[in-house]
Nanobody, 118 residues
Framework: QVQLVESGGGLVQAGGSRRLSCAAS????????MGWYRQAPGKQRDLVAD???????NYADSVKGRFTISRDNRKNTVYLQMNSLKPEDTAVYYC????????????WGQGTQVTVSS
C-alpha cells in the first residue's frame, strides 16, 4: 500500500520557522513531481510549492523568498522549510506526489495543521 505521511505541523509565532516533512512509502517504482498544497478554512486548496525529480522548483508568489522546498530521493521524502511565517500562512498543509507504483497517479497525504499566531 502506497502512502504519504506528513509531519512537522504545529503552532508557531509570527516571524518564526517550521519545517514540514513528507515521506512516501510502499511499493514505489519512481517518484516524479512532489509538492505541497495548503487549505485555509473556507478557502480552496492552493499550490504552495513543488519540485521535480530533477530538482526544478516552483513557488506560489505568496511564499517566494520565505519558503524552500527540497527533496531527498534516497529517502522518498520532500521537505518544506517555512521561514518568516505570517498569520495568513495558517492552513492545513498537504503533501502530494506523482508516483509510479502499483497504481500510478497522484497521491495525497492526510494533511498537517500549521497555525501561526500573531
Amino acid at each position: 500500500q502506497v502512502q504519504l505521511v506528513e509531519s512537522g505541523g504545529g503552532l508557531v509565532q509570527a516571524g518564526g520557522s517550521r519545517r514540514l516533512s513528507c515521506a512516501a512509502s510502499g511499493n514505489i517504482i519512481r517518484i516524479n513531481t512532489m509538492g505541497w498544497y495548503r487549505q485555509a478554512p473556507g478557502k480552496q486548496r492552493d499550490l504552495v510549492a513543488d519540485i521535480t525529480s530533477g530538482g526544478s522548483t516552483n513557488y506560489a508568489d505568496s511564499v517566494k523568498g520565505r519558503f524552500t522546498i527540497s527533496r531527498d530521493n534516497r529517502k522518498n521524502t520532500v521537505y518544506l522549510q517555512m521561514n518568516s511565517l505570517k498569520p495568513e500562512d495558517t492552513a492545513v498543509y498537504y503533501c502530494t506526489a506523482y508516483l509510479i507504483a502499483s497504481v500510478d497517479g497522484v497521491y495525497w497525504g492526510q494533511g498537517t495543521q500549521v497555525t501561526v499566531s500573531s
